[in-house]
Each structure stands twice: as C-alpha cells, then as structure tokens.
C-alpha cells in the first residue's frame, strides 16, 4: 500500500484531548509539518499556556515548559538567555492567556523583539473553563458570563491583538490566519513557517493569530462553528499580513 | 581582599562569583541596587540581565532560565515579593532551583520603604498557593550575606528548590567591609542535563511543569517534597548561639534585629544580667531543637522573641519552647527600629 | 566608636560617613555605614550612622552616639541629647548658630564651609573628615588619605586639592583639642 500521508514525527502518539472539529489540532500538526519541513525538531522548545492547551507538552516530541497562566513569553525571555541561539523557541497560548492575563507579558516580548514564535489560538471564548467570555470575545458574541451576548457598554469591548501589535517597534512579522478550510490551512501553515524561518535568521519575533474555532462552547456543530468563523470571526477580525520587517527591508 | 561594600551590592556580586548568570527583576526600593548592579556585571560575565515589566514577568523569567538549566536570580522587596508568589510556586511545583532575594519593608500594602520583617510568614509559611516551602536564609552582615547567597545557589541545586534570602532595608543599604569569595568555574557546576528543557536532540522530552491532574500522582509528588524537606532540616538548618551557654534570658531574634539583640545582650552582661541570643540564620527549617534544647535547661527564666513585626516568628518560638518556659515579645513596626536600650528596658523590667 | 552624621540632603553627610568607613578598613577594623534612606534622598535631612571597632560590630543602629556632627540645626536638636556623656558634638557653625544645651559633652563649632572654600570648594565633608581625626586617635592621616585616594579613584584631579583639605582640617582640629 503506499502511503500518502503520515503524521509528523514532532507528533507524539498520545491521543489528543482536544474536542472534535476543534482547531487545536490543526495548528499542532502545523507547528510539527513546519519543524520538520525547517530541520528544527532537534532543538525545538515549546512553551505551552493554561487554558485548553496546557496538556499540549503531551503530544510535542521536544523539549517543553508548562508556563503559569499568562506568563509563557516570559518563561520564554529567560529560556532564550540561557539556551542556544539556534535553538527554536514557541509559545502556544490562547486568548485568554495572551490577550488577557498576559497582556503585559505579551506586549513587553513584542517590545523587547525576543527571538521566538509566539502561536495564538484566537477562538474568543475562555474554553478549558467552561465558555466564559474573553477579551476577544466580539459584540452580541454570547458566553457563559455574558449570556446575552458581549454588550460593549457592560463588558467593555474586545481587542485586536495583531492591530495593536503592529503598532510596536519590536515585533518582525505579525499575520493573523484562519484553519478553516484547506486553502486557509496552508496559508496559516505558510505563515507559520515564514514565522519560525524569521526566526532562523534572528530576526525577532514573530506572532501568528490563528482564528479559531470552539465548537463546544459556541453549541455549534464543528462545520457550523467553522463557517462562524469563516463569516462573522473573518469579519470582526480581518486576516492577512499586519507587519513584516523582511518586506520593510527589501524596499 | 575585604572591601567596603553596601548590602544589596555585595549579594550582587557574591551570586556572580556563584554562577549566577541571569538576573531578571523589576525596580523597588529598597533594593534597587541589586538589578542596577546586575545590569552591566552580568553583561561582563556572559551572562544576561532583564528589567522585566512585573515582578510577575520576572519570576517567570526565571523559571524559564532555571528550567533551562542555568544559576538563575531575582530580588524584591515586600510588594514585590507578593507579586513573585505565583512564580514561587509554579518554580516549586516544577522542582526547579532559584535564588529569591527579598529585602523587607514595611506593609500591608504599599506600605513604607523602611526596615521591616513583616514577611516572616509569608517567606516561611508558603507564601504561594499549595504545599511546597522555600528554603529561607537570614543573614543579619554583609559578609553574612555574600557567604548565604554564595552557597544558596549550591543548595538551590544541591535540592533542586527554591532559596529565599531576607533581609530588610537597612541591611541592603548599609556598608559594611566584606570580602567576595572567588568566581566559581562554571564546568564545575552540577550537571543539570538529565532534566533541564534546553532543547535537546536524544528524543527524550525534558519537560518543566508543575501540573499533576492525577490525585495520586499529585499526593505523591507532595509526599517527595516533603521527604526533601526533611533531608533539608536535617542537614541545611543554621543558627548562631550568643551568649546562650548561661543566659537566662534568652532573645531570639534574626537578620538586622538579632544584631540589636547582641548589643543588649553585651549591655545586660555588663548590668550583671545573664543574657543571650539564639539567632536563626535558617528560617525554614527551622531551628526549633536549639531552642527546645535550651527551654529545658533548668537556668532559663524566659525567652524574649524580637522582631520589626506584630509577632511572626514568636510563634515558631513558642512551638519549639511548647509550654516549657514563657514566651515573651517585643516588636516594633512601621519602619521604626529598635534600640539595644528599649530591649535592656523590656527585660529589666519584665524580670 | 559610634558616630552620627546629619544635615541637608546634599551637604555630603552620607559621603564623610563613608569616608570615615574607608578610612577605618584602611586601619584593618571593621566598619558599618547605615543610612537613612527614602525620601530624604531628594533634598530633606539625611544622616548616617557610622561604628568602626576592632571587634565585631554588633548593631547598627545607634542610640548613644560618641560623636555628633550636625550640619544644621534641626540635626542639633534631634541628637544633641543621644551623645553619650564626655562625648563630642561638633557643629558646622557656618550653618548652625545654636550652642548645645549640654554642659557634659565637648562641644566643637567649626565654620567648616568657610575654612574649606578657601582650599576647595567642594570639600568641607573631606576637611571635616580631617577635623574628625585628632578626635579618633586611632585613625592615622596616612589611612584617611588612602581613603581619599580610593574614594576619588576615578576623579584624580580631586585628589590634591582633598588631601590638603584633609590635612588643614587635622591641623585646625588638633589645635582646639589641646
């Protein structure tokens, strides 16, 4: 039989706890195709959140760090003192860990343009906690602490992290992509590919928001939650390139 | 050579000739000197210094660079040691060894910038959330202080823990002459390779975490920290005896205070009163068999915890003595600080 | 000995009090410089406290002074009682008008701003140093003057124009004790 598909070898085979349709999995496999592809599974470090990715160390065969909620591009800072600088370094974390709790950590790595891949699972809802709302949550969005959907006036409005990101001297390459059909797969996995190799060249840091879905919580099929995604997520929060010092560079 | 060197500086250095090669802090006084100090010395080293945005930035800072395998460092002072907590803890629950310097001030809250000792509990007791201790240090010289934070980074590793020093603000900014022990040779570091998460390439994950979703899992990892603790006690626990061999009454006192302590013991002698002092240089363990040791000498009348607190370490005193002998306090708070004079008052007119 | 320096932010207070720490490590005995610190730092009253010894020094702090230095008047006041009896107060008279209430303690008025101006501006805490010396006894001109060469390290030019100032202060001193 020839084989046409095998998973990455980054993969470990531990079964993964993610729900299904949910598009953690995706940026999993993702991150390892793209690790592989670059030659860089040896030396990989990866820093996982607190939400519905703090098991992620179970399923990367590389060295890992559970960080404190918030906390992973600090924990990052100080592992890209100590270590090679050829070693790849990423930080996988979702909205609530980044956009929330981390806001301060995640603005001061941009600022600092630390060396490393900062992967961020935009699915605008606390998931591992139940459905809460997030700070990416988007108006009339419902969640479990906003049942009538997000009123900006009561719960203050939602951020656009990629935006306001690129507002910074620091980072190199922001882009925000999508998983949900096979073009918008590959696009992202070209984003995150183009973000590790900006790290390769030291470029700095790179930030890759992966729109994302969350089945579960939005009490959605995953092909309803996808197509949520598609129109009113694609909307609110428009993907495309936000900043990217290599095209700075060659003008 | 002995030098004059002020407090904060000289623990700079001294976690320099350790090893220590990154620092990760955030400005607060009365400890400012520290990350000032690390900002270029570490730089000349090799090494790397962050000014984090947090104190809470900082100690996870540390835990990645400690995680990674390095002699990793930050200092505080009590409204920043509060926000390092979180950090503390994950550093304990991912068994991973730091040095913590925290310089007490005054509180609740902002509080003041002055001397104080109010974070006893806090540095003792936990601090964080979940079971795990710090192993605490309390120097009360500078040199005291260069010989602690040489030897906390061997003992952080040695256990694979978490090393808190206190002091308090007068001893981070007083000079006093001290000497510097000589750089430790980095190859001569433990070898920390079977665990730290540096990125390897013999396929064996190393990985930092402190999460166990698994309650026997979780209840067994206690129990490991707890039998570390122990071994801890039993060989780590440090005090010095002032005094003590006749002294009827009996001050305990650590760090800034136990030196206050010393000079009213001397004042009492002279008075023909029989003073002494057993000052723990270990906060946690806690040197409890030498006080109980000393409650059951039939000479002691009492004993006279001092501290710049309502009363912390009074009741680790009063646990050691357990009903053997009175316990009495004198503290003062705020900022304020003690004079020999007011302890030679307190005992004279207790006695 | 136990000695308290205090006047304005600014009037070099810390800075005699570490003179005086040097100069004592450079006469192998231990020495503590503790000082206020906060806001005083921005331009109210500062003051240190100052022990050298042979022995070990055990507080820091200190309640009975052996020698005060008040830098102005409400640095007097504050301490002028604390000195333990037949110990020294010394005031900078260019600034302090007040006499000591005290009838126990040697009492010192040095216009020091003055009498330093005429060598170097900048050098009535190195010219008080001086003054502080026949008062020590046991701490030589030879070690302060190390202690200067230290202290000024990376400003050498200063050097001279200190040492002098050093010297003329011993010298005035040295006469008002006998």
């Known amino acids: 039989m020839k084989i046409v598909a095998t998973k990455p070898k980054m993969l470990t085979d531990a079964h993964m706890h993610y729900c299904p349709g949910c598009t953690h999995g995706i940026v999993h496999r993702l991150i390892a195709e793209v690790l592989e592809e670059l030659g860089k599974t040896d030396n990989a470090i990866g820093i996982m959140p607190v939400g519905c990715a703090v098991f992620g160390y179970n399923y990367f065969n590389c060295d890992m760090y559970q960080a404190a909620h918030g906390r992973a591009p600090s924990v990052a800072s100080g592992v890209r003192r100590v270590v090679n600088p050829d070693n790849i370094i990423f930080c996988y974390q979702g909205d609530g860990d980044l956009a929330s709790i981390g ?56 951020v656009h992290m990629s935006e306001m990101l690129a507002t910074l001297t620091g980072p190199a390459y922001i882009e925000r992509v999508a998983c949900f059909d096979v073009a918008h797969v590959r696009k992202a996995k070209a984003a995150i590919k183009k973000a590790f190799q900006i790290q390769m060249a030291k470029k700095g840091l790179s930030f890759i928001e992966v729109l994302a879905n969350c089945p579960t919580n939005y009490h959605m099929t995953p092909l309803d939650s996808m197509n949520f995604v598609k129109t009113k997520g694609c909307e609110f929060y428009p993907l495309g390139v936000y900043k990217d010092i290599t095209t700075e560079e060659n003008k | 050579m002995k030098k004059l060197w002020k407090g904060n500086e000289a623990i700079a250095e001294a976690a320099v000739a350790a090893g220590c090669r990154y620092f990760f802090g955030y400005p607060i006084t009365p400890q400012n000197e520290i990350p000032e100090y690390m900002s270029w010395r570490l730089f000349e080293v090799g090494g790397a210094f962050i000014q984090a945005e947090s104190e809470v930035s900082a100690i996870n800072m540390v835990y990645g660079a400690a995680g990674a395998g390095a002699r990793a460092m930050t200092s505080s002072s009590s409204p920043g040691i509060s926000l390092k907590q979180e950090g503390i803890s994950y550093i304990a629950g991912a068994d991973l060894p730091c040095v913590i310097v925290n310089m007490m001030r005054s509180g609740p809250g902002l509080g003041g910038i002055q001397p104080a000792q109010g974070d006893y509990f806090q540095a003792t007791k936990g601090g964080g959330h979940g079971d795990y201790h710090c192993i605490v240090f309390a120097p009360s010289t500078v040199q005291e202080f260069v010989d602690i934070t040489y ?84 060989k780590e626990t440090r005090y010095e005896e002032y005094y003590n061999e006749d002294a009827e009454y009996v001050f305990v006192a650590y760090g800034s205070v136990a030196r206050i302590c010393k000079a009213a013991v001397m004042e009492l002698r002279q008075e023909g009163i029989k003073a002494g002092l057993i000052r723990p240089i270990t906060l946690y363990p806690y040197p409890s068999k030498v006080i109980n040791d000393t409650a059951k000498k039939h000479g002691v009348k009492k004993f006279i915890t001092v501290e710049m607190s309502k009363g912390q370490m009074v009741e680790d005193v009063r646990l050691a003595v357990n009903g053997l002998k009175p316990v009495e306090f004198y503290g003062r708070c705020g900022g304020n600080v003690m004079m020999p004079a007011d302890l030679v008052k307190f005992v004279k007119e207790g006695k | 000995m136990k000695i308290i320096i205090s006047g304005f932010g600014g009037q070099g207070v810390l800075s005699l009090g570490k003179f005086i720490s040097y100069s004592a490590i450079e006469e192998n005995l231990n020495t503590s410089w503790l000082p206020s610190y906060g806001p005083e730092m921005r331009g109210g009253t500062a003051n240190c406290s100052v022990i050298y010894s042979a022995e070990e020094i055990a507080a820091p702090v200190i309640d009975k002074p052996d020698v005060l230095i008040a830098f102005n008047e409400p640095s007097l006041a504050k301490f002028e009682n604390s000195v333990v009896p037949g110990g020294v107060i010394i005031i900078n008279s260019d600034i302090v008008h007040t006499k000591t209430t005290r009838k126990d303690v040697k009492f010192y008025e040095i216009p020091v701003d003055t009498l330093a101006s005429a060598i170097n501006k900048r050098g009535a805490n190195v010219y008080m140093l001086g003054a502080l010396l026949p008062i020590f006894k046991d701490i030589t001109v030879e070690a302060a003057t190390k202690a200067i060469e230290h202290v000024f390290e990376s400003k050498p030019k200063v050097i001279p124009a200190n040492i002098e100032c050093l010297k003329a202060g011993c010298e005035y001193m040295t006469k008002l004790v006998k």
Not at chain 2, 157 to 178: H, R, T
Request: proline share 6%; net charge negative.
């Open chain 2, 151 to 234: 030897r906390a980074f061997d003992v952080a590793d040695e256990y694979k823990n978490p090393v808190m020093i206190i002091g308090d603000g007068m001893l981070g900014q007083m000079m006093e002459s001290a000497e510097i022990p000589p750089m430790r040779d980095l190859s001569t570091l433990p070898n920390k390779d079977s665990w730290a998460a540096c990125g390897h390439s013999d396929g064996k994950q190393r990985l930092i975490n402190s999460i166990r979703f698994e309650a026997d899992e979780l209840e067994a990892f206690n129990d490991y920290l707890f039998k570390k603790y122990e071994k801890i006690a039993e």
């Open chain 1, 103 to 158: 806001m301060a950590e995640t603005v001061h790595a941009c600022m600092r343009g630390e060396n490393i891949t900062v992967i961020f699972i935009n699915n605008q809802i606390y998931g591992m906690t139940g459905g809460q709302m997030a700070p990416t949550t988007m108006p009339g969005e419902k969640a479990t602490t906003c049942i009538y959907g997000r009123d900006p006036k009561v719960y203050g409005n939602p």
